[in-house]
């Protein structure tokens, strides 16, 4: 059972950065293929990237390139979403989820992120 | 890009009854690559059907997905009061690699 606990919320001002964990228990970060979603306060699900295993390669939506980088530390098993040049359309609950054939199976609790001046 | 549409976007409903839920693809999706997901208030999403039919792991059989090309559906065959929430469905395959639709809300009539 793939278990992922996100770090907890955060307050950013305008133009800052914001970097999101997302820790893995019960399989190894290698055995998985981590994706980031966010959700804006009463919207709905927006796709932001992710590991594609076929091309060995992180993808990014179009709409965040530039933006946002997604790593990952094998040695902790622990995911990272940074997000730059933040603004108050980027306020929303930032979830990582395991993609596995093309569908998410595991979800992270959710990091809520208000970017505010 | 393959833009998702799913109707009613609020479907209301008693406990016992059947929930019918479209999701309509732009373009053909492949039936592997179309899931539905439930999420309740304050809650992360969680996986239902996935392969447009398939029912995730734990997931009760009232919940049953079916469709393909263009066309989804989930059904619900008795509503329980945990089934009271919002419904997305979500295509993997074409570019850009993953889009939502915009939910359906199933709330209490």
């Known amino acids: 059972q793939v278990q992922l606990v996100q770090s907890g919320a955060e307050v950013k001002k305008p133009g800052a950065s914001v970097k999101v964990s997302c820790k893995v228990s019960?399989?190894?970060?290698?055995?998985?293929?981590m994706h980031w979603v966010r959700q804006a306060p009463g919207k709905g699900l927006e796709w932001m990237g992710g590991?594609?295993?076929?091309?060995?390669?992180?993808i990014y939506a179009q709409k965040f390139q530039g933006r946002v980088t997604m790593t990952e530390d094998t040695s902790t098993d622990t995911a990272y979403m940074e997000l730059s040049s933040l603004r108050s359309e980027d306020t929303a609950v930032y979830y990582c989820?395991?993609?596995?054939?093309?569908?998410?199976?595991?979800w992270g609790q959710g990091t809520l992120v208000t970017v505010s001046s | 890009e393959i833009v998702l549409t799913q109707s009613p976007g609020t479907l209301s409903l008693s406990p016992g009854e059947r929930a019918t839920l479209s999701c309509r693809a732009s373009?053909?999706?492949?039936?592997?690559?179309l899931a539905w997901y439930q999420q309740k208030p304050g809650q992360a999403p969680r996986l239902l059907i996935y392969?447009?039919?398939s029912r995730a792991t734990g997931i009760p059989d009232r919940f049953s997905g079916s469709g393909s090309g263009t066309d989804f559906t989930l059904t619900i065959s008795r509503l329980e009061p945990e089934d009271f929430a919002v419904y997305y469905c979500?295509?993997?395959?074409?570019?850009?690699?993953?889009?939502f639709g915009p939910g359906t809300k199933v709330d209490i009539k």
């Open positions: 979500q295509q993997y395959g074409s570019s850009p690699p993953v889009t």
């Open positions: 392969g447009a039919s």
């Open positions: 989820a395991t993609n596995a054939y093309g569908f998410f199976d595991y």
């Open positions: 019960g399989y190894t970060l290698t055995e998985l293929s």
């Open positions: 590991f594609d295993p076929e091309d060995g390669e992180t």
């Open positions: 373009q053909s999706v492949s039936s592997s690559y």
